[in-house]
């Protein structure tokens, strides 16, 4: 069982709203992911993290932010929610490259109404 | 461009019978080929990882080969049971930056029936 956590698992919230969805991991890994998945689809990637003070945007264009101030905490900050926003957010980390295991939260299903 | 294309899209068995699923890929240059389970609304769970020099890895039914020469990768799934109703995710990395980017394919959608 990987230990990363992601909070909230569900998440409804209004319009206009500004929300932060919650991803930590004690397994001391320095490379942190934020990936978007709409239902029957591939994982797009949004946002990277090398190590504390590092974050990238991914491939996928976000209107989120993350910021990575510790190594075990990688949270995803939208500073307001739109129905475009729908979608599920899924975190993961590794601790190096090629033949390393990348572990996934269980994700946070988010709804804007 | 590189991109992951699984094949089928949707998969209906019935239980205790065996399935392959099927992984193209074009990602380049190529550092490693995985394939995840995930259950609905949940995180994706690995069940093998195999490198270029590696053509086979079993996780118990779980059986992958990969050809690095044709660029395809097959998941093979024996005596199939009701909890592997899942998408079956097949995750290609490259070796041409330091994150070691992933590529997703889409998934196949697994409904094992009884």
């Known amino acids: 069982e990987a230990d990363i956590y992601q909070t909230p698992r569900y998440l409804v919230i209004g319009t206009g709203k500004k929300i932060t969805l919650e991803c930590s991991q004690t397994?001391?890994?320095?490379?942190m992911y934020w990936y978007q998945q709409d239902p029957g689809m591939e994982l797009h990637l949004i946002h990277y993290?090398?190590?504390?003070?590092?974050?990238e945007k991914g491939d996928l264009s976000s209107e989120s932010t993350v910021s990575r101030i510790r190594t075990e905490h990688f949270p995803l900050t939208l500073e307001s929610a739109r129905p475009s926003h729908t979608s599920q957010y899924l975190c993961?980390?590794?601790?190096?490259?090629?033949?390393?295991?990348?572990?996934f939260g269980q994700g946070t299903r988010l709804t804007v109404v | 461009k590189n991109q992951v294309e699984q094949s089928p899209q949707s998969l209906i068995i019935l239980e205790g019978k065996n399935c392959t699923l099927q992984?193209?890929?074009?990602?380049?240059?190529?550092?490693?080929l995985r394939w995840y389970k995930q259950d609905t609304g949940r995180g994706p769970v690995s069940l093998t990882i195999?490198?270029?020099?590696?053509n086979t890895k079993s996780n118990g039914r779980y059986t992958a080969t990969l050809d690095a020469d044709t660029k395809q990768s097959s998941l093979h799934i024996t005596a199939s049971q009701l909890s592997d109703s899942a998408s079956y995710i097949c995750?290609?990395?490259?070796?041409?930056?330091?994150?070691?980017?992933?590529?997703f394919g889409r998934g196949t959608q697994l409904t094992v029936w009884p």
């Open positions: 195999m490198t270029f020099s590696e």
């Open positions: 993961a980390s590794s601790d190096g490259v090629g033949s390393t295991e990348a572990f």
């Open positions: 993290s090398y190590g504390v003070n590092s974050t």
């Open positions: 397994m001391g890994h320095d490379k």
């Open positions: 995750v290609v990395s490259d070796r041409g930056s330091t994150l070691g980017r992933l590529y």
């Open positions: 992984c193209n890929y074009t990602v380049s240059p190529f550092s490693n």
